[in-house]
C-alpha cells in the first residue's frame, strides 16, 4: 500500500551532489544512464531499481551501489532518504505511476521519453509535480548536444532564409521481442520510440507547434509487427506561413537516422541526426556553397543528470519541461489518430516558449560500451 | 480549320532519319532539346514551331533549319511533308492539343513531361495516336539515364532486401512570371513540374502503382504564390505488404534534387537525383558498408530522340509511353484531390507492366549551354 502524501522533505540544501535512484535496467539503462554519472560531478547513483535480482546484483557490484530494490520494494526506495531524485528507464506504460509515486514522496523525477503513453498521463505526471513541489525534467538528449543546439541556432538565426520544409527519416531493425514492438496502449510501436525524436527536432527548429497532421501506417505482416505498425509516415502543417514538415520511421527499415531543413536560400542536412553511439554530421548548403561539419561522439546522458540535479540543487526550472514531453506526446496520438481514421487531425494551439539553446549545450567524452547483464541491444 | 483526318503517309519506310519539328521554343528547348540532335544520329532537327520571330530566326540559323512556322502555322508544319515527328515543348496545357493535331496528320508524338493536365488529356492523347497510328512516347529523360537506371535494377534486384520506403525531397526558387507558376488547370505549380519526378521515380523503383495517397499544400502567400501553390507534401501507400512512400515539392526552396530507398537491409540515396545539367550520385550503404558512385554529366535528351526514332524507324512501341504519362497524372491529380478536400484518395488498379530496364541506357556526351534567345532560366 503507498505511503500517505507527505509534504516533501527538503533533503538537498547546502548539498552539492543529487542522488539518483536508476529505475529500471533494461538496454538503454545499462549502455548509457548507469555508465554516464562518471562524468556528472553533481549527481550521484545511489540506488537501483530492478524486477532482476541478477541485474541488481552484478551492475550494482559494477557501481558500488549498495541500495538496490526490486519494483514491489519502489516505496521503500522513495522513503529510505537516500534518493533525492529517479531517473525513470522503465517501460513506456509504466512513466506516469512511477513517477506519480516518486513526486508524492517528494522525489524528483527526471523521465525517459516518451514521458508517457496519453495526454492525460503526462498532465498528470505535470501535475503530481507541482501538487508536491518537485522538478520534472524529460530526458531529451539532444537538448543538450552541440549539433542539435547548432541547427536549431543555424535555423532560427534565418541562416537558411525562410526555413521552409523539413523532412526526416529514422528507421532501424527492430529485433522480435523487444519491448518497442509493444501494443500502442503500452507505448510500443514507432512513433513513440523513435518518431518522436522527428517531432521534437522540427518543432525546436522552427520554434513552433503544428496545427494539423496526417499519418498513413503500414505493415508487412510480419509476427514482429502483430502489435503495432511496421512503419508510420506523417506531414504536418505548421503555422507562421504555412511550413510543412514530414517524416518516416520504421522499426524494419536499415539504420537511417536523417533530417533536412530547407530554408529559401539555403539547406541544412543531419546524416546522422539522432544517435548516441556515435558522432553526428552537418551539412549546410548555403546560396550553393557546402561546409561539413562532424561532431565527435560524447556522452548524451551525463548532461540530462548535470543539468537536472542543477535545477534541483539551485531551484531552476527544468527544460525540458513536462510540457515539452506533452507537447510531443499530444503529436503522436493525433498521428494515430490520423493513421486510424484515414483523416488529417487539428490540433489545438500549444503555447511553447521554452526552445533549445546553444547555451544548454554540456559537453562530456564519450563512454565505454559497458558489458550487458541479461538484455540486449533493440537492434539487429 | 483542320484538314480531315486521313491515313498517315509511311514516309519513314527505308529512311535513317527521323525528321523531327520541335514545336515551342521555351528555356528547356533551347538549352537541352535542339542540342541534343547533334548527338541523335537517327534523328533530323528539320523544323522550329514558336510564336516569337525572333526565336524562330535566330535559332533557324543557329541550327541551320529553314523550315520556320508560327504556331498558327502549325498545320502547314504537319502537312508540309518535311516532318516525321513533332517534339511537344509547349505549355503544359496546349499538349493534348498540339498532340492531337500532329497524330491527325500522321505525324508522331513525342511530348514533354507532364504529359497533359488531365488524365481525360492523357487519354485522349493515346487515343489518338492508336487511331491515327502513329507512335506517341512522353520524355521521361531518366528513363534512358544510367544513375536512374542502376538505381531501379539494384532495388528491383534485392540489394537494399525488401524495399519498405521512398523519400524525396525536389526544390528550386523558380522566378515570379514564370510559366511554372500558372493556375493548376494550366498545369502549373509544383506537382506538375517537379513532384512528378518523385512519382515516377518511386513508381519504377517500386515497381508499383499507388493505391491510396493523401496529400497537403501550403502557401506563404507571396505573389508568386497567388496562382499555385508553394509546397506540397504527399504520402503515397503501395500494395506489395504496404510499402510507403513520401516526397515533398516546392517552388520556394533552395536546390535539393534528392530521394533514398530504405529496404530492411539498406538504403539507397540518390543526391542530386533528378537534374539533367550536372552529375548525379549514387550513396548505397548495405550491411553497413558505404558505397558512393558518381554518374557523370550526359546529355539526357538526345536519348529520347533516338530511342523514339529508333521507333519509328522500326516500328517498336515506344517506353516510356503515354500509359507511362498518365500514370503519373492520375497520381497528381490525386494529391490535389487529397490536398483540396483534406482527406486521403483512393486509386483504382492501374496496370503498368513495362518498367525501364538497363537496357534502355543510352549514353551521349554533355552539351554545351547555348545562348538563350528572348528566354531565361525558369530558377533564381
Chains 1, 2 share one sequence.
Not at 548536444?145 to 532501424?172: C, H, W, Y
Not at 521534437?200 to 503544428?210: I, K, M, S, T
Not at 489518430?337 to 484515414?342: E, K, P, Q, V, Y
Request: glycine share 6%.
Amino acid at each position: 500500500m503507498p505511503p500517505a502524501r507527505k509534504q516533501p522533505p527538503k533533503r538537498q540544501s547546502g548539498k552539492k551532489k543529487v542522488r539518483y535512484a536508476v529505475v529500471g535496467l533494461g538496454h538503454i539503462a545499462q549502455v548509457a544512464v548507469l555508465p554516464a554519472f562518471a562524468h556528472a560531478q553533481n549527481s550521484e547513483l545511489a540506488a537501483l531499481v530492478s524486477s532482476d535480482p541478477e541485474k541488481l546484483e552484478k551492475l550494482g557490484r559494477r557501481y558500488k551501489v549498495k541500495a538496490r530494490f526490486s519494483y514491489d520494494q519502489f516505496e521503500d526506495c522513495l522513503q529510505s532518504g537516500i534518493v533525492d531524485a529517479v531517473y525513470i528507464a522503465l517501460p513506456n506504460h509504466l512513466h506516469r505511476e512511477f513517477a506519480e509515486r516518486a513526486a508524492r514522496a517528494g522525489v524528483h523525477v527526471l523521465c525517459e521519453k516518451p514521458m508517457a503513453v496519453t495526454e492525460e498521463d503526462c498532465l498528470a505526471m505535470i501535475r503530481a509535480a507541482e501538487e508536491n513541489e518537485v522538478k520534472l525534467m524529460v530526458a531529451y538528449r539532444l537538448h543538450f548536444e552541440e549539433a542539435n543546439l547548432k541547427a536549431i541556432d543555424l535555423v532560427q538565426g534565418g541562416r537558411l532564409g525562410d526555413p521552409r520544409l523539413f523532412d526526416s527519416v529514422f528507421t532501424m531493425q527492430v529485433k522480435q521481442g523487444d519491448i518497442r514492438l509493444n501494443p500502442r496502449e503500452l507505448g510500443g510501436g514507432p512513433l513513440y520510440d523513435i518518431g518522436i525524436y522527428c517531432i521534437n527536432a522540427v518543432r525546436n527548429l522552427f520554434g513552433a507547434e503544428p496545427m494539423e497532421v496526417v499519418a498513413f501506417s503500414a505493415n508487412n505482416g510480419e509476427p514482429r509487427f502483430q502489435q503495432c505498425e511496421e512503419i508510420t509516415s506523417a506531414i504536418l502543417r505548421f503555422p507562421g506561413r504555412e511550413r510543412l514538415a514530414s517524416f518516416v520511421c520504421s522499426f524494419n527499415g536499415a539504420d537511417v537516422s536523417t533530417y533536412r531543413v530547407v530554408g529559401t536560400k539555403g539547406e541544412l542536412v543531419a546524416d546522422p541526426a539522432y544517435e548516441y553511439a556515435g558522432e553526428l554530421k552537418h551539412r549546410v548548403t548555403i546560396d550553393g556553397r557546402t561546409r561539413e561539419r562532424t561532431f565527435p561522439k560524447r556522452d548524451q546522458f551525463a548532461p540530462e543528470l548535470i543539468s537536472f540535479a542543477e535545477c534541483i540543487l539551485t531551484g531552476a526550472a527544468p527544460e525540458p519541461s513536462g510540457w515539452e514531453g506533452l507537447a510531443d506526446v499530444r503529436v503522436i496520438r493525433a498521428l494515430y489518430r490520423s493513421a486510424d481514421s484515414g483523416l488529417p487531425v487539428s490540433l489545438e494551439p500549444f503555447a511553447r516558449d521554452d526552445r533549445p539553446t546553444l547555451e544548454q549545450e554540456i559537453r562530456r567524452p564519450p563512454v565505454n560500451k559497458p558489458q550487458l547483464v541479461n538484455t540486449e541491444s533493440p537492434t539487429k
